[in-house]
């Protein structure tokens, strides 16, 4: 009978789906029992009175964590998975002593050392990378970018300036909330072509968009993780984003992606190799992925494990 899991998660995980790799590999050896949890609107009373009904063996919190949550549980195995995004809105709640005694496992560099600094010590950091499907990839004659606006970080001035830098042929944008302000007159009067989607039916239909093109623009200046640039990235895109994290803790600028200063402008060389630069984001690709194989384990027995082992792993 396969031990149980309560795997707490935000609401808006459930549409995007970029917490089901974790989700995955725990069911492997685990049955998981989801609950979808806001910190600041829903009732935490309910989700305490749920998990203490499941009575699981372990609980495991992504990017959602209750404080006061602790000493009103059952169940004294709890892991926590912070987002860095996140971390910079609530960044106070981070120095509660409560959070400080739960184990935690990072997916970004600079959150891990953030959290050390002010005193975590069950800590740990792993770099993720979705399963490789590169092998039709290849820079085209015509090169096309994807944008995916979704917080007004880039705008289409800035947009247009990125595709100009690039010489790109064709821009794909998907504006399902029409946060990117762009009317038929400015497409029209543009030197690369430019196609606009306000709805796309499911995740394989946004993905195959991205497969049609060369560069994958990042729309946001922080990352929790960095889901929807990594589905790119494990693809053989050509990353392009803000030199913050987590991003910027996968691409180095004209190495193998482009790095946008804070005001969404890019600098680039004269001369840009565009087939070295997506080689070398390949085998950025492959390290990492390799790296996460090799590792994926010990995210399970840190959850298994009792705080007190956390450290006994040669992790």
Same mark, same amino acid.
């Given at each position: 009978?396969?031990?149980?899991?309560?795997?707490?998660?935000?609401?808006?995980?459930?549409?995007?789906?970029?917490?089901? #790799?974790?989700?995955?590999?725990?069911?492997?050896?685990?049955?998981?029992?989801?609950?979808?949890?806001?910190?600041?609107?829903?009732?935490?009373?309910?989700?305490? +009175?749920?998990?203490?009904?499941?009575?699981?063996?372990?609980?495991?919190?992504?990017?959602?964590?209750?404080?006061?949550?602790?000493?009103?549980?059952?169940?004294?195995?709890?892991? #926590?998975?912070?987002?860095?995004?996140?971390?910079?809105?609530? =960044?106070?709640?981070?120095?509660?002593?409560?959070?400080?005694?739960?184990?935690?496992?990072?997916?970004?560099?600079?959150?891990?050392?953030?959290?050390?600094?002010?005193?975590? =010590?069950?800590?740990?950091?792993?770099?993720?990378?979705?399963?490789?499907?590169?092998?039709?990839?290849?820079?085209?004659?015509?090169?096309?970018?994807?944008?995916?606006?979704?917080?007004?970080?880039?705008?289409?001035?800035?947009?247009?300036?990125?595709?100009?830098?690039?010489?790109?042929?064709?821009?794909?944008?998907?504006?399902?909330?029409?946060?990117?302000?762009?009317?038929?007159?400015?497409?029209?009067?543009?030197? #690369?072509?430019?196609?606009?989607?306000?709805?796309?039916?499911?995740?394989?239909?946004?993905?195959?968009?991205?497969?049609?093109?060369?560069?994958?623009?990042?729309?946001?200046?922080?990352?929790?993780?960095?889901?929807?640039?990594?589905?790119?990235?494990?693809?053989? =895109?050509?990353?392009? +984003?803000?030199?913050?994290?987590? #991003?910027?803790?996968?691409?180095?600028?004209?190495?193998? +992606?482009?790095?946008?200063?804070?005001?969404?402008?890019?600098?680039?060389?004269?001369?840009?190799?565009?087939?070295?630069?997506?080689?070398?984001?390949?085998?950025?690709?492959?390290?990492?992925?390799?790296?996460?194989?090799?590792?994926?384990?010990?995210?399970?027995?840190?959850?298994?494990?009792?705080?007190?082992?956390?450290?006994?792993?040669?992790?």
């Amino acid at each position: 009978m396969k031990s149980k899991i309560v795997f707490v998660d935000h609401p808006f995980h459930e549409k995007t789906g970029s917490s089901n #790799f974790i989700k995955n590999l725990l069911s492997l050896k685990h049955e998981i029992i989801l609950i979808y949890f806001d910190q600041f609107k829903d009732d935490k009373s309910y989700l305490i +009175g749920t998990i203490n009904n499941i009575n699981p063996d372990f609980i495991c919190f992504w990017q959602n964590f209750p404080y006061g949550f602790l000493k009103k549980i059952k169940c004294n195995n709890v892991t #926590f998975f912070p987002m860095y995004d996140d971390y910079l809105i609530t =960044k106070k709640y981070y120095l509660k002593n409560e959070i400080k005694k739960l184990k935690v496992i990072c997916f970004c560099r600079k959150l891990y050392d953030e959290m050390l600094k002010i005193g975590f =010590k069950n800590l740990y950091f792993f770099q993720y990378m979705p399963p490789l499907n590169i092998e039709s990839n290849k820079i085209d004659d015509e090169k096309s970018l994807f944008f995916w606006s979704r917080n007004g970080d880039i705008n289409w001035t800035d947009l247009k300036a990125i595709c100009q830098k690039l010489n790109v042929d064709r821009l794909v944008i998907h504006n399902p909330e029409n946060i990117l302000q762009i009317s038929n007159d400015e497409i029209e009067n543009q030197t #690369f072509s430019v196609f606009v989607s306000n709805w796309i039916e499911n995740q394989q239909d946004y993905l195959l968009l991205i497969e049609k093109c060369t560069f994958y623009l990042a729309p946001r200046k922080f990352e929790g993780i960095g889901m929807s640039f990594l589905e790119a990235m494990s693809k053989g =895109k050509i990353l392009i +984003g803000f030199n913050f994290p987590t #991003f910027n803790e996968y691409v180095t600028h004209e190495i193998n +992606g482009f790095l946008l200063n804070a005001d969404a402008s890019l600098n680039i060389s004269l001369e840009i190799d565009f087939k070295k630069i997506q080689e070398n984001s390949i085998a950025k690709s492959f390290e990492i992925r390799e790296n996460w194989n090799r590792h994926e384990n010990e995210i399970l027995q840190i959850i298994q494990c009792p705080k007190k082992s956390f450290f006994n792993f040669n992790l």
